[in-house]
């Protein structure tokens, strides 16, 4: 039972799959593996539709700055690098 305004414990927690990379199958270094995290679908749906009711907020007020990178559309890690070097 979670408390109300808690996330749950139980989508906290990444069932961890290691999966060996392509070209390393004989390699015995443990850097030659790649992990996949796969995390409870309840909290992937719950942070999808609480950055859309976010975005949809900050567009509807007009709050929205060109500053954030990463959230909004277009505004990608790469852009924020160009933004920063021609700055």
């Known amino acids: 039972m979670s408390k ?9 927690v990444a069932k961890i799959i290691p999966t060996i990379k392509h070209g390393k199958e004989n390699n015995t ?3 030659k593996y790649r992990t996949i995290s796969l995390l409870n679908i309840g909290g992937k749906v719950l ?4 950055t859309i009711k976010i975005k949809y907020q900050l567009y509807k007020n007009k709050k929205s700055t060109n500053k954030p990178h990463g959230f909004l559309p277009q505004k990608s ?8 070097k021609n700055s």
């Open 29 to 31: 270094d443990p850097s």
């Open 77 to 84: 890690t790469t852009y924020a690098i160009m933004e920063a």
């Open 4 to 12: 109300r305004g808690c996330f749950p414990q139980s989508w906290k």
């Open 47 to 50: 942070e999808k539709l609480l």
